[in-house]
């Protein structure tokens, strides 16, 4: 990387968590100096403007999420395993996904619906990510005969991620982790008795 490209990977870096915790409107550019202990001049010698940094680290935060998912599955696994490996993400990363602020994807959802169209264009793209691969698991495990033919894998998909989203957002806002882990236990429940053969 080159000195320019270090300097951007350090700035969305030490800000990922501050705009993970404070949103994207709140996080102000004396928060985001503070943090690098860089000048305002450095900060938009590397990027055209707050909205950039903060397009820059949403899409940071959602690659370390991502980078979760990619680490616990591999071919030798089953189909159920896999989805269950997926849903296990969020049981053992819980504590720190809150101290980091929470899910990004949900708080730049919320945050961005109304006001601010390109980071709503990037959550899309994720949760559509997202829903590829539950679509690609759910697939291939028809194709290797553990999966119901009839079921439907992209409305699975969907409703996984809303169930996911929810549960979190009320374990966050009613500090209680039982949301979600009664959420992800519906889920495995409607793997195990509508889509496994």
Not at 6 to 31: H, M, P, V, W
Not at 123 to 129: A, G, M, P, R
Request: charged letters at 25%; proline letters at 1%; hydrophobic letters at 35%.
């Amino acid at each position: 990387m080159s000195k320019a490209e270090k300097t951007r990977q350090f700035i969305i870096e030490q800000t990922a968590e501050i705009f993970n915790k404070k949103g994207y409107a709140g996080t102000s550019l004396s928060d985001i100096t503070s943090a690098t202990g860089l000048t305002k001049g450095s900060i938009y010698g590397n990027f055209e403007n707050k909205d950039e940094v903060a397009k820059e680290v949403y899409r940071y935060n959602a690659k370390r999420l991502q980078s979760n998912f990619i680490n616990e599955l591999n071919d030798a696994m089953t189909t159920r395993e896999k989805l269950f490996a997926v849903i296990d993400v969020y049981r053992k990363n819980w504590k720190t996904n809150i101290s980091r602020g929470g899910c990004p994807h949900l708080n730049t959802a919320v945050e961005a619906d109304d006001t601010m169209p390109i980071l709503k264009a990037e959550v899309n793209k994720n949760f559509q990510n997202w829903a590829n691969q539950f679509i690609q698991i759910l697939e291939k495990g028809k194709s290797r005969n553990e999966i119901a033919d009839s079921a439907d894998s992209a409305k699975y998909a969907y409703q996984f991620i809303a169930l996911i989203e929810g549960g979190i957002l009320l374990s966050k806002t009613m500090d209680n982790k039982n949301y979600l882990i009664s959420t992800l236990e519906r889920i495995e429940n409607i793997i195990d008795n509508e889509l496994i053969k």
